[in-house]
């Protein structure tokens, strides 16, 4: 220690600690901005939109008229359009997720589809609208149908689930997997029975931001022609339908300072919606975590 130069160790800790300093509060300033701008757009929706909450304003059609204007119909659509995306982007995402951890060959063509899955996550919206419209709408014939809107949407969040139930599974200890082989589990017991309850925890956060965001986008539906005045429920995937972001964007554009406010309660279902939705999966994530 006696070739240490004290001076110089106080005087570089010294610059650290000002360091430290300087870019904790850069991002105490940047978290308390976030919140800041989330909080007064949070506020305007609710001293915009509250007074239009009712009981009608859930149970009625669209109207011309916006003391008569309900959210039913784009309701229920998006209720139908999630049956759709939820169980295809889930299935066809963390099935792909598994041949590719747990199957695939550690080459350069794998390695090229990994590469290639992560950078569909970053492909604007309608990209996948106009994909959606030349492959299901126009290819495939199923019209401005939910279950048209509900592959593209489906398209629209598979790499964001892929990438995630990919980090899910690859986080999973090597200890478990090989526990259970030396138990005598094959490969697929040992994925069905360790590596997938481990790593459900993982695969249930991102795949429940990704279906926020297919609850939230317009853009693809824009694209796909699916009408924003319905006065009747689907029947079926292969109906006809609206959705909750369709209505409140045509809300939003009239020129009617009244359906600027009706827009808004919409909005303010929309994030009930997704406020229930990612409730739902804290609480599966939390039990899986206390199990495993």
Do not use: C
Not at 85 to 100: C, E
Not at 114 to 123: D, F, H, P
């Amino acid at each position: 220690m006696k070739y240490v130069d004290h001076t110089q160790v106080v005087k570089r800790m010294n610059g650290r600690l000002v360091v430290n300093k300087l870019l904790k509060t850069v991002f105490l300033l940047a978290t308390l901005f976030a919140l800041a701008t989330l909080g007064i757009l949070v506020y305007r929706m609710f001293d915009q939109g509250w007074g239009y909450l009712s009981v009608d304003f859930i149970s009625n059609f669209a109207s011309r008229f916006p003391e008569k204007a309900g959210i039913k119909a784009a309701l229920v659509g998006s209720i139908f359009l999630m049956l759709v995306v939820a169980p295809v982007s889930l299935f066809l995402g963390v099935g792909t997720a598994i041949y590719l951890e747990e199957y695939a060959k550690q080459n350069k063509i794998n390695a090229f589809i990994r590469m290639n899955i992560s950078n569909l996550a970053g492909v604007p919206s309608i990209v996948f609208g106009l994909l959606g419209l030349t492959i299901f709408v126009r290819s495939l014939a199923l019209g401005k149908s939910v279950l048209a809107a509900g592959l593209t949407m489906s398209l629209l969040i598979l790499p964001v689930i892929i990438v995630a139930a990919q980090e899910a599974i690859r986080s999973v200890p090597k200890e478990l997997r090989e526990a259970s082989y030396g138990m005598g589990a094959t490969k697929w017991q040992t994925i069905l029975k360790v590596v997938l309850p481990s790593a459900v925890p993982g695969i249930l956060t991102g795949s429940i931001l990704a279906l926020s965001r297919a609850i939230g986008e317009t853009a693809p539906l824009v694209v796909l022609g699916i009408p924003v005045i319905v006065h009747f429920l689907p029947d079926g995937i292969l109906s006809e339908f609206t959705a909750l972001p369709m209505q409140i964007f045509d809300w939003a554009k009239r020129p009617q300072e009244e359906f600027q406010y009706v827009a808004a309660a919409g909005i303010l279902v929309l994030m009930t919606f997704l406020v229930i939705l990612n409730s739902i999966a804290v609480l599966i994530r939390n039990k899986f975590q206390r199990r495993y």
